[in-house]
T-cell receptor
């Protein structure tokens, strides 16, 4: 399978714990996005990378959220001290990064904070 | 004003009906536009790209009006399998030729037998 891969698919955690999600993009894609989606809403932009450089981080993202893409390939999204409001689907997407190319999504990681 | 706004929906239509979704965007520097389809509890998938004035693919027609910053999606002869959420997506210039994809909230379509 050469699509975008996300792990884990589901994560249940207790409030206050830290969680980390991983995304493996399509191999030749240099652009990688993270989005968050809650029920009935469209995907909400969190951050994106061009190769290993983080180009933008949403101002909606608190300091508890951090993302990395150390070698320009896979990426991780970490949430520290999780809160119930963090419960959502976290989607990763990758693209070739030019202005006219679409993004391809992974199946997402569903986070439930109890 | 939100960056990408869509018809709030939901839309409930009978099989065979024609349905149109509208979307407006606020960033005039936006270069390309897409419609994605998202089935319940699945990831979004590309339905159509819209680069110039518009394009057509079978029963689906997408149109772009840059002057009005408006995009539309028309579905003709709707099928039960068209039931999904339709997401308007804008590739906007966030500065320094860095483009990011911004999504609308989506419009839920249910096609009834």
């Amino acid at each position: 399978d050469t699509g975008v891969s996300q792990n884990p698919r589901h994560k249940i955690t207790k409030r206050g714990q830290n969680v980390t999600f991983r995304c493996d993009p399509i191999s030749e894609h240099n652009r990688l996005y993270w989005y968050r989606q809650t029920l009935g809403q469209g995907p909400e932009f969190l951050t994106y990378f061009q190769n290993e450089a983080q180009l933008e981080k949403s101002r909606l993202l608190s300091d508890r959220f951090s993302a990395e893409r150390p070698k320009g390939s896979f990426s991780t999204l970490e949430i520290q001290r999780t809160e119930q409001g963090d419960s959502a689907m976290y989607l990763c997407a990758s693209s070739l990064g030019s202005w006219n190319t679409e993004a391809f999504f992974g199946q997402g990681t569903r986070l439930t904070v109890v | 004003r939100k960056e990408v706004e869509q018809d709030p929906g939901p839309f409930n239509v009978p099989e065979g009906a024609t349905v149109a979704f509208n979307c407006t965007y606020s960033n005039s520097a936006s270069q390309s536009f897409f419609w994605y389809r998202q089935d319940c509890r699945k990831e979004p998938k590309l339905l159509m790209s819209v680069y110039s004035s518009g394009n057509e693919d079978g029963r689906f027609t997408a149109q772009l009006n840059r002057a009005s910053q408006y995009i539309s999606l028309l579905i003709r002869d709707s099928k039960l399998s068209d039931s999904a959420t339709y997401l308007c997506v804008v590739n906007e210039d966030s500065g320094g030729s860095n483009y990011k994809l911004t999504f609308g909230k989506g419009t839920l379509l249910t096609v009834n037998p």
